[in-house]
C-alpha cells in the first residue's frame, strides 16, 4: 500500500523529533552541474541501498485556498509518463525486489526506493524520469482524489486527538502557512484539480530544487557516476526561487482550543511553544531546546514525570519535544494525560509550576549531563539503520540546514552549558507563544 | 555451505546465508550453561541488538486476570534485587541501554539495546529485571493508572474496536478471544501477587529464546547469557494454551460510532505457520492482497474505484490457531460497494487463482526484497528470533528463497481454493456503514 507519512508535530509523532544526528561516518556531498545535491552515506553491511529524492517543496509552498495540494501530486507522482505507463513503475520495483514510497511534510516532499544495491541504477533511471516527464489523466486523478480524501478520514477525521492537533497547530500561526494540516482541509482538496497538480509539478520539480540521498552498500564514486548520467542529464525547466513564507507577526497572546468529543475516553492536555528552528536558531538555541525537551519530559527521570507521575500522582503519561526540522519555525511542547478523575486544571497549574521553575532556575549541571548522555547515545544507535540516517540528512537539507550542521551536531551538543539551556527557555517559554490544546470527553446522549 | 567449528566450550554450526556478495553468518551457540542462543557476529559499530522471548503469553492470563501479563511490560524497569524503581532508571538512562517489552498472546518478548562499552553493566540489569523484579505498590499503582488510560483510549479506537471484535468472533470462549491488553475492569482489578504469580509461570528457561547480532564474540556472550538469563527455573507449572478452533462464518457484527469512515476487519480460519502449504498460501496472499501497490484488492478497490487508502490482508499463524486476516477503512456510504469488490476480487481468486505473470512478479518481489530485512543488526535480531520461534531452523536464511522459487503455480491455486471463502466472512464493522449484509456477492 502507498502508505504515505504525513509529518506533523503530533502528540503521538514525538519519536520523529528526537534527535540523533551526531555522526561518525564516511558522508560525501557534491552537486551535479544542474544544481541537483547528492549526499551519499555508505554502509556495506548489507546488499542494499535506501535511495531519495527529495524536493524543497512541501504545502507550505501551497497558494491559500489549495491545501493538501503538495501532498495529493506527491499521490499522481505514482501515476506513469509516457516513458513507463501508469503501473509500470510498481511493478518494475516489484520484480526487482524493491520497496518504494513516499511521504510530504510542510518543507518537503520526498520519494524513496529500498532495493538490492545492484538495482541502484534502474531506479535513479526511474525517479530521474518522473520529475519531468508526469503524465496525469482524468482516469487517473479523479479516483485517486478520493484515496487522499479517505486517507484524510482514516488519519484525521476518525481520530479526536488529530483533529485537536489541527487546531492548535491553525491557531499558533496567524499568517504564515505552517497552520494549514499538510494533508489540505477537506473542503479544500475536494476541489484540487489535474490542472492544479501539474501547475504545482510544473512550479517545484526540477533538478536544482532536488536532492539525492544514497545510504547504504555503495561508494561515492560510483553514485557520482551514476547520479551524473541520469540526474544530471536533466536540463533545469526554471531556476528555482528563494522559499520566502509570508512571517509570523510578534506573538502577543497565549491561545487556548479546547475540544469535546464523545470519542474521547480520557483528557489530554498539550502546550506547544512557537521556536526557532535548527536553521534559523540563534547559536546552540536549538540543541539546548533538543536537551531541555530531554530534561523537561523524557522518561521516567524528566521533571514532568517526577512531579506529576511520580510525586502527585496526577497524570498517567506525561511527555515533552522539541521539533526543530522546519524551514522557518519550530515549536516546543509538553503535555500530560490525566490520571482518571484528576483535576484537570491542577494537572495544568503544576505543568505550569514546572515551566516556571525551569525558566525562573534553569537547569542544573548533572541534568544537563544525564540528558546528554542520552541523545548522545541516542546518535550512536541511528548508525544501524541506514534508511533513518538518509532521512536525517534529507529533512536537513531540505529545511535551511547543511551536511556540515549534521556532522556538527554532537560537537555542538557536546559544547552546551546550563546558561545555555536557561537561555533558551526563558525566550521560548513565554505564555504569549504558546497554543495550549486540551481534549475532552464529551458526554454521549445517544449513539 | 555447512560447516561444523568445533571449540572447547561451544558447539557452533555456522551458516553463510546467500546474499549476493555479503554473507551473513548466523551461529548456534550454545552457552557452558546450557542455554542456546543464534548470533551474527559484526564489528562494523559498536552496538549489540539482543531480542529474547518467553514461550507463553498474555493468552496465558487466568480468567479474570486479562491484561496481567501485558502489565509486567510496563513494570520491567520499576525496580528489580536491590535497585528501587528512580535507582534503576537512572542506571538505565546512565547507560543509553535501550530496554523494552511486549506481551503477544504466544510470547513474552524483550529487546536490549547497548552500547558495546556498557555490555556487561546493560545485561547485568537486564538479569535483576528479568530475575528479581520488585512489583512494588506505589509503582504498581502509578503503572496501573498509565495502562489504565491507555486502555480507555483503546476502547475508543476504531481500529482496536474492530479487530477485538472480530476475535471475539472468531474465537469465542478460547483465550485468543481475549486480546493481549485485557480492559479496564480487568487491569482495575489486578495486584502485584497477579504479576508475580504470571512471572513465575513464564520467566522460565524452558522455552527462552535468543538471538544476538553486533559487537560481540561468541564466548563473551556465552558467560554473559549463562549470567543474565542462568538463574532462572528451567521450567514452570502449568500446561499450554489449548489449541483454538475458529469459528465459521458468515457472521457480521456492527458497532455503532459516529466516525466518517467506517473500519472494516474482515476474515476466516488460515493455516498455521507449520502448515505444509504455508508457503504457497502466503504468496498466495501476497498476491491477493500483500504489500505494495500491486495486490489485487489494491488495485480494484483502491486504484479503480478510490473506496479506501489501504486494503491488505494476510496470514495471521498463531501457535494454536491460523487466521486470514484483512482490513480496511471506507466513508460510511461505501461500505457495502467495497465489501461487495472484496468478495468479487476472493471468490476470483479462489475460482481462478493468480495468473502467471502474478507468480512470477510475486516471487522476484518476494525472494529479491527478503534482504531489505536485514540491513540493520536490529532487524536481523529480529528476524533471529522468528526464525527460531516458527522452528524452522537454522538454515531457513538459505533456504527461504528456494522454497518461494519451488512454488508452482497449481500450488498457489490450491492454497487460494482452500483459504477463501467469500461467503463464509468473519466481519466486524465499527461506524456508520450503509449496504453491508453478511454475505452474497452484492457486498
Redesign the interface.
Known sequence: MLATRIVVAALLLLAFFLPARALDIDVTNFKLENGMEVVVIPDRRAPVVTHMVWYRVGSADEVSGKSGLAHFLEHLLFKGTKKHPPGEFNRIIDVNGGEDNAFTSRDYTAYFQRIASDRLELVMELEADRMQNLVLTDENVIPELDVVREERRERTENDPSSLLQEQVEAAMYTAHPYGRPVIGWMSEVAQLTKEDALAFYRAHYTPANAILIVAGDVDADQVKRLAGKHYGALKNSFEPMPRKRTPEPAPIAARRVEMKDPRVSSVSIQRSYLAPTSSTAEGLEAEALDVLAQIVGGGSQSRLYKRLVVENSLAAYTGAWYGGDGLDYGTFGVYAAPVPGADVAKVEAEIDTVLAEVVAKGVTQDELDRARTKLLADSVYALDSQSSLARMFGAALTTGSTVADVLGWERDVEALKPEDLAAAARKVIDSRRSVTGILRPETQTSN | MHQIIRCTTFFIALLLTA????A?AVKEIKTPGGITAWVVE?H????I?MEFSFAGGAALDPPGKEGATHFITGMM?EGAADLD??TF??KR??L?V?LSFDAGLDNFEGSL?T?SRNRDAAFELLRKALTAPRFEELAF??VQ??F??SA??N??D?EKIASRRWMEQAFGQHPYARGSEGNEATIAKLVPDDLRAMHKRLFVKQGLTISVVGDIDSATLGALLDKTFGALPEKAEGGPVSEASVAMGPQLTHI??????S?IVFGSAGIKRNDPEFIPAFVAMHILGG????SRL?EEV???????????IGLVPLDHAGLLMGSL???NEKAGEAMGVIREVLTRMAQEGPTQEELD?AK?????????R?????KIAGQLLGVQQDNLGIDYFTRRNGLIEAVTLDQVKAAAKRLLAADALIVSVVGKPEGLKSTGTGG
Open positions: 546474499f549476493a556478495a555479503h551473513m559484526d562494523t559499530i559498536p552496538l541488538a524497569d524503581g528512580p532508571q537512572a538512562d546512565e543509553a535501550k539495546q552500547l499503582r502509578r493508572n498509565q489504565l488510560v480507555a483510549n476502547a475508543q476504531p455503532a460510532r459516529d466516525i466518517p469512515q473500519i504489500g505494495g501497490l500491486g489494491t483502491r486504484e479503480k474505484r478510490g473506496l479506501t487508502y489501504g486494503v491488505g477503512g471506507t466513508r512478479t522476484t518481489f518476494l525472494t529479491g526484497s527478503y534482504a531489505l536485514f540491513d540493520s543488526n536490529a
